[in-house]
């Protein structure tokens, strides 16, 4: 499969590229970026624009601001290109149902890069969750990525802050843990921290709290789920899996869905319903959130 990477950043030096080239059933073609001394260090060849990429591939895997991502991909998909596309889809639900819109009429798979889905620990740790039917699940990630290090420079995260950048991972996690959400009882935003906090429910009457920040001095990283029920408790606090390993397994099964003409259950569609969730967190945080 022919694959060209749209992005030359840190996260595509760190993950995208290594895994598309290292993948037996990719033929990494090259990728586009708006540096271009970026994208001569980090693909194997150049492309002038998206469109010139698009032409010489058969899908295209995108580690761009969502701002950029959303009419990228759609024109990626118009062109009848399959889709690996970055969290959160788009800066904002009506963009990101546009683009779920386009990848349906253009019936291109696609996957998004829930990264720690394709790990096996979380892999693990949803099993033992299933079992439990929780009644109520709780999530942290706080990391000081947005104080320093090779992501501080990003200014879509800077400005969109941890709602937007480690977000979807967690809401997708509650999500498969205790039920689709339905809906945030209580949201609160802290711009100082840039401290996400919200209440959620879920199908079903379950519940979940979570807690949110890229301005927390920590390291290592805090990433925390856990799960209870009558049965037990479920908890995951790992993340041993590389991201490139895990971006390898997660290529696996977007050749699979390509191969079999079936959607992943990590496709646009699930990026949508956590793009709708982070508009309603945002939305009952209130004014000085927006």
């Known amino acids: 499969m022919r694959i060209g990477l749209v992005g030359a950043g840190p996260w595509a030096r760190e993950t995208h590229a290594p895994a598309l080239a290292a993948h037996p059933g990719v033929d990494f073609v090259g990728g ?3 540096d271009p001394g970026a994208a001569a260090e980090v693909f194997p ?11 010489a591939v058969d899908a295209v895997a995108f580690a761009v601001p969502p701002d950029v991502q959303a009419p990228l991909a759609a024109e990626a998909a118009r062109a009848g290109k399959h889709l690996v596309l970055d969290k959160p889809i788009a800066l904002d639900l009506p963009s990101a149902t546009e683009l779920a819109e386009t990848v349906a009429a253009a019936d291109v798979r696609s996957i998004v890069a829930f990264t720690r889905r394709f790990a096996p620990e979380t892999r693990e740790f949803l099993s033992r969750a299933a079992e439990l039917v929780p009644v109520a699940a709780e999530a942290q990630w706080l990391s000081g990525a947005a104080l320093a290090g090779k992501f501080a420079a990003s200014t879509w995260r800077q ?11 967690v809401l997708d996690l509650l999500d498969a843990v205790a039920g689709p959400i339905t809906g945030v009882d209580a949201a ?18 379950g519940a979940s709290t979570v807690s949110l920040s890229l301005r927390t001095p ?8 856990s799960a209870h029920s009558t ?13 490139t ?16 003409s079936t959607a992943h259950p990590l496709d646009v569609r699930r990026g949508l319903e956590v793009q709708r969730v982070i508009g309603q967190i ?9």
Request: aromatic share 8%; charged share 20%.
């Open 32 to 34: 586009w970026a708006r």
């Open 45 to 55: 060849r150049t492309f002038d624009s998206p469109a010139a990429l698009f032409d």
């Open 159 to 169: 400005e969109q802050g941890a709602l937007f950048d480690v977000g979807p991972h």
């Open 188 to 205: 609160r935003y802290d711009a100082g921290s840039d401290t996400w906090t919200a209440q959620l429910a879920h199908v079903g009457g």
């Open 218 to 225: 920590v390291l290592p990283t805090v990433m925390r789920v």
């Open 231 to 243: 049965r037990g408790t479920a908890v995951l606090e790992r993340r041993d899996t590389s991201s």
């Open 245 to 260: 390993e895990c971006f390898r397994v997660l290529l696996d099964e977007f050749l699979t869905a390509i191969a079999t």
């Open 282 to 290: 945002r939305a009952g945080a209130g004014p000085t959130a927006q």
